[in-house]
């Protein structure tokens, strides 16, 4: 019983190591994730890491494909497109259900949230082809916020495994659509309607901001295509 519980632990802690490793592209769209090479880095079975990759794979990071492995989740038109309806779904029904219960603490903070992203900038000067590690942060906190008190534990964690699929989108595509001052005034108004208690306003605004940053990415995602790219460049790792 020990030995379990002590396999499961080194798999929690591999799972959660290459999660944030993969939110914060240290790895390419499309690359092959060696179960032996990360076992080495890990100090760890390579059960411990299939098992690790595998509960990504659930989560939508990582592919997998028979007699092939494990690789990095690729990014298409399609899959663009799908995963943003389906947000478009979960994460308006969380807001809903967020603001018809909504409390003075919750809108705080909401307010703390928006703030703190609005004074942070999208890129940083000497790295303006990649997105501001801290912005990412509390870009990814802001809508964490909004949606964390739905009064259901499943919705939120289904939205925000949404989410975290949606920034690998974010981080190779988002410094390139130089929609910066447009996602200000977006979360403005998102902000602007919670705080208003304007539900029917708040899902307007949140389902325009979701689709809007889809449709600046998609030409891009099909320039790459077209160009016959088999992934996106990495990221700097910070």
């Avoid at 703190?116 to 082809?129: M, N, Q, V, W």
């Avoid at 949606?166 to 001052?181: I, S, V």
Wanted: glycine content about 6%; hydrophobic content about 45%; aromatic content about 4%.
């Amino acid at each position: 019983m020990r030995s379990q519980r002590g396999g499961s632990t080194l798999i929690t802690r591999v799972f959660a190591d290459l999660r944030a490793q993969l939110l914060s592209g240290n790895f390419v769209p499309r690359q092959r994730l060696r179960v032996a090479t990360l076992a080495g880095a890990h100090g760890v079975s390579l059960n411990v890491v299939r098992e690790a990759l595998n509960r990504l794979a659930g989560e939508g990071l990582v592919d997998v494909e028979p007699n092939c492995g494990f690789s990095v989740r690729g990014l298409s038109v399609e899959d663009l497109v799908d995963l943003v309806a389906q947000r478009v779904v979960l994460e308006s029904t969380a807001l809903r259900q967020c603001i018809e219960h909504s409390s003075p603490d919750w809108q705080a903070s909401v307010l703390a949230a928006h703030h703190r992203l609005r004074k942070t900038p999208l890129t940083l000067d000497d790295e303006a082809k990649s997105l501001n590690p801290q912005w990412i942060s509390r870009h990814d906190d802001f809508h964490r916020v909004i949606l964390e008190a739905c009064g259901s534990p499943r919705l939120f964690q289904m939205a925000r495994q949404l989410a975290d699929a949606a920034e690998l989108y974010h981080r190779a595509l988002l410094p390139a659509t130089g929609r910066d001052e447009e996602m200000e005034r977006e979360h403005e108004a998102l902000l602007n309607a919670i705080l208003a208690e304007d539900a029917d306003r708040a899902v307007d605004v949140l389902k325009a901001h979701l689709e809007r940053t889809r449709d600046v990415m998609v030409p891009l995602l099909q320039g790459a295509v077209a160009s016959s790219e088999t992934a996106l460049a990495p990221l700097p790792a910070h």
